[in-house]
């Protein structure tokens, strides 16, 4: 059985439910600075974190969106459960450092070693999750060159990294323990557009 049909499923399942993605307001930024990708030994690990969300996927072909709740640790271990508007799971996804695994909703498992060829070969859309584990947190992949606008906060309004286009636009309101977050972040590549929205942030 070809496991695209769970594209078909999930498209069909959320065809009433997918959020048409809006153009938001071009806001000129304050500066832009180049960053060269690091070093080897400067490369940092992104902090732990636990958040649960809304997603939705927009290509040529297909437009569907839904929920998610990703949990990171440490040392590139990740795992993502995406889920339908009803609250089904759509697919697991799991990561650590000997590889990927996804698993659909009908129970069938998939390996590789990378999450964006496996999720577009299953999923039929690419998950960036080697830079967005940094990208969701508002801070450039070390991997990289990357090009940040800021505003006239400091916070960062746009990425532009691998090919991606990471526009942020709204923030969590800084606790007296934790920083201000990314709350809403528009992710381009080509013609694929991943809209998230963080519902709820853990970061440690």
């Known amino acids: 059985m070809h496991y695209r049909i769970l594209i078909y499923f999930f498209v069909i399942v959320l065809a009433g439910c997918a959020t048409t993605p809006q153009q938001s307001t071009v806001i000129k930024p304050a500066k832009t600075v180049i960053i060269e990708a690091a070093v080897e030994e400067q490369k940092i ?3 732990r974190f636990n958040i649960l969300g809304r997603i939705a ?3 040529r072909s297909q437009s569907s969106s839904g ?4 949990k990171h640790w440490p040392a590139t271990n990740d795992e993502i459960i995406l889920f339908t508007p009803l609250g089904q799971v759509v697919a697991e996804i799991s990561r650590n450092p000997q590889g990927v695994r996804l698993i659909t909703s009908k129970l069938e498992a998939f390996y590789a070693e990378d999450v964006e060829g496996l999720t577009q070969e ?3 859309w690419r998950l960036p999750l080697s830079s967005l584990q940094y990208w969701i947190q508002g801070v450039h992949s070390p991997f990289a060159r990357a090009e940040k606008d800021f505003n006239e906060k400091d916070q ?10 990471i526009h942020y636009s709204s923030y969590t309101v800084a606790q007296a323990n934790q920083p201000s977050l990314p709350r809403r972040l528009d992710l381009t590549y080509d013609s694929l557009r991943i809209k998230l929205i963080v519902d709820e942030w853990k970061a440690e």
């Open 45 to 47: 690990d992104t902090a």
């Open 57 to 59: 996927v927009q290509d």
């Open 67 to 70: 929920s998610f709740r990703w």
């Open 122 to 124: 299953v999923l039929g």
């Open 156 to 165: 960062v309004i746009t990425i532009r990294q691998d090919g991606w286009e």
